[in-house]
């Protein structure tokens, strides 16, 4: 079992930047492909980037060359650094594992706006 706390999420304008935290429980959080989704209003949860257990990643298009995503896997956290953000950005997001993920925590809210 699988645990997810995220945090970082904030309210920023066009073109700044955040960097969120999700925090897993759970011993084998190494050995788990981890993703960051996200959760726009009206719009169905869609995954944004992914990491492998070893650091492999893959980003969405509408996100490729602005987010990095990373691990610490002695910290059982999972990162994502947001830069150059835009309005649609804006969404909930989540941590998750890839492709099948634990029940899901609360979120962290990221609001892009001027």
């Known amino acids: 079992q699988v645990q997810l706390v995220e945090s970082g999420g904030g309210f920023v304008q066009p073109g700044g930047s955040l960097r969120l935290s999700c925090a897993a429980s759970?011993?084998?959080?190494?050995?788990?492909?981890m993703g960051w989704y996200r959760q726009a209003p009206g719009k169905q949860r869609a995954l944004v980037a992914r990491i492998s257990p070893g650091g492999s990643t893959n980003y969405a298009d509408s996100v490729k060359g602005r987010f990095t995503i990373s691990r610490d896997n002695d910290k059982n956290t999972v990162y994502l650094q947001m830069n150059s953000l835009k309005p649609e950005d804006t969404a909930v997001y989540y941590c998750?594992?890839?492709?099948?993920?634990?029940?899901w925590g609360q979120g962290t809210q990221v609001t892009v706006s001027s």
């Open positions: 759970g011993s084998i959080f190494s050995r788990y492909i």
């Open positions: 998750n594992t890839y492709p099948v993920p634990y029940p």
